[in-house]
């Protein structure tokens, strides 16, 4: 049986890693917070943020199904679970399996599907209705990966496993099957480059909403 000593400093170190938990979930949420209203000129205030943005709430609702589906083997089923409750409310099915960065954003949100594969980078940002899906039935990378800063507008349906380079951008209703270069911009169906960072200037921004 362990000492008393041995077990206050298992309780204090048992405390300290819930706060250092704590503490990192409320600097990721202040991040996703602030990755909204600087996507979003609508967003009027943190707050407003917090109670009335689904796509945050999703993200949150995938980060805390994530952290349970990499925990245990147990808890993998809960966390789908919890993935299809926050679905119900929010219209967006993120699985728990897929690996998402820093500041993601989802405007508007409804119908938004990430598969368990995917693979998404820091500062990317979703618009409604984008489908991150696969093309195979193996058990295997199926799902997309995008990288820092990648752009898919509203519609849009990127298969397969397939890369978007960094800066990339898809527009709205693309279906992309094929791997995009970093700064590019693919359009259409099936998807084309329509140009490098170099020439978005000369895209009408209205294509990816």
């Known amino acids: 049986m362990a000492s008393p000593r041995q077990l206050l400093a298992k309780t204090v170190g048992a405390a300290a890693s819930a706060t250092g938990l704590l503490s990192r979930a409320r600097a990721t949420m202040r991040e996703d917070i602030q990755a909204a209203r600087s996507h979003d000129p609508a967003a009027k205030s943190d707050l407003e943020v917090v109670l009335g943005y ?9 980060r805390l199904a994530h952290r349970m589906w990499t925990g245990s083997d147990r808890l993998k089923t809960p966390a789908r679970l919890v993935s299809q409750a926050v679905r119900g409310l929010t219209g967006i099915e993120i699985h728990p399996g897929a690996q998402i960065g820093r500041r993601f954003f989802i405007d508007h949100g409804m119908g938004v599907v990430i598969g368990e594969t995917t693979e998404i980078g820091d500062d990317c940002m979703l618009y409604h209705g984008v489908t991150l899906g696969g093309t195979s039935l193996d058990n295997a990378k199926r799902h997309p990966t995008l990288g820092n800063g990648v752009t898919v507008g509203a519609g849009a349906k990127v298969l397969g496993p397939i890369t978007l380079g960094d800066n990339s951008r898809v527009g709205a209703n693309a279906v992309v099957v094929k791997d995009v270069p970093a700064d590019s911009t693919a359009v259409g169906i ?11 200037f000369t895209i009408d921004p209205s294509i990816f909403i």
């Open 54 to 62: 689904s796509g945050v709430h999703a993200i949150w609702g995938y």
């Open 190 to 200: 099936p998807a084309k480059l329509a140009g490098r960072k170099a020439d978005c």
